[in-house]
């Protein structure tokens, strides 16, 4: 055989189609047009609870997605088996955008995010009077990172039967935060109001009385109850992971509401400490109206503190057009994101 014809059988070996290029390739990405559109209500190991209608289906998070989180709260379409008949699994192949997100830091030197609930519009942080203590710094953390996230916060102080909150209601009252106190027994019916038409996410120390407060208002919630450590005045964790639970219905209305339409209590791990390393102190002011109109006059920079030798809010102090209870108690909290 000649030179010639051995570099033509070279060249033609070369040309061979590889088991690669057999696979045909086309650029049309998957059409999701019959995916259904559900809620994420719990999350466990990868594996995600959507509630899609009346129906709950397990799911798993599709490839294209990739890095992108799933979280408690976060609208979701589904695609696959959602019959949520045991067994099944279904994939999540989309995830709306997120009205709001509430995150929190391992700790202040912590630059990664870690979101906790998505979506929800008010954020209840649940406080005991006694055994174990309230933690002052905790709460306002708790306010900041509910401001920095444009979610509504609420306080509400559990076991009064142990302790008088007089004292804890009298510090948070010049932020103008809604407070509710409940004790064993006590009529929850004032809370019910504010939770309904809400999807409201309960936040607050192991042992607080959160769980007890779920079941409460829950019924058939089933949220485990941890106790008070005697060493240490500090709850133990029960739960591991957050979930989404539909608050009953106390209308007597018998029409069938959307799945945005419901009120929503979502239940959390109990936190032992709440980074702020994300937190904007601009978002924070904003959340205040009055102060954010104030502060408009201080020197670019202006950090608002005590320290500030030329900011607004002093001068407002002053004039007596800001009380100074309320200065005080919103440097107290906004120093906790610092």
């Not at 929190?104 to 009077?129: F, G, W």
């Not at 948070?172 to 809400?198: A, K, M, N």
């Amino acid at each position: 055989m000649t030179s010639a014809g051995r570099r033509g059988d070279e060249y033609e070996a070369f040309d061979r189609p590889g088991r690669r290029s057999n696979r045909p390739r086309t650029k049309d990405r998957p059409d999701y047009a019959e995916a259904e559109t559900g809620m994420v209500i719990t999350v466990d190991r990868g594996r995600y609870r959507v509630l899609i209608s009346d129906r709950e289906v397990t799911a798993t998070k599709a490839r294209q997605l990739g890095r992108k989180g799933v979280i408690v709260g976060d609208q979701v379409r589904v695609v696959g088996d959602t019959s949520g008949v045991e067994g099944t699994l279904a994939r999540i192949v989309e995830v709306a955008e997120r009205e709001t997100v509430l995150r929190r830091t391992a700790d202040d030197d912590d630059p990664y995010e870690r979101p906790i609930v998505a979506n929800a519009d008010q954020l209840l942080i649940v406080t005991a009077l006694a055994h174990p203590p309230p933690r002052i710094g905790m709460i306002d953390r708790l306010l900041v990172a509910g401001y920095d996230a444009g979610i509504r916060p609420l306080l509400c102080l559990t076991k009064a039967d142990l302790a008088a909150p007089d004292e804890l209601i009298a510090q948070y009252e010049p932020l103008d935060v809604p407070v509710q106190v409940t004790f064993p027994g006590s009529d929850l019916d004032p809370l019910r109001d504010w939770l309904s038409g809400h999807r409201s996410v309960f936040v607050g120390h192991s042992g607080v009385g959160k769980s007890t407060l779920v079941n409460a208002l829950i019924p058939d919630a089933g949220r485990a109850i941890g106790d008070v450590s005697a060493a240490t005045g500090r709850g133990r964790h029960i739960s591991s992971s957050a979930i989404a639970l539909q608050l009953p219905d106390t209308t007597g209305s018998s029409r069938a509401m959307p799945l945005d339409e419901q009120s929503w209590v979502i239940d959390t791990p109990g936190v032992r400490s709440f980074g702020l390393s994300h937190v904007s102190r601009a978002r924070i002011i904003a959340a205040f109206d009055d102060l954010r109109a104030i502060t408009e006059a201080c020197p670019r920079g202006c950090p608002h503190d005590d320290t500030a030798p030329e900011c607004a809010l002093d001068a407002a102090v002053a004039s007596g057009q800001l009380a100074p209870s309320r200065l005080e108690s919103f440097r107290r909290m906004l120093g906790s994101g610092q």
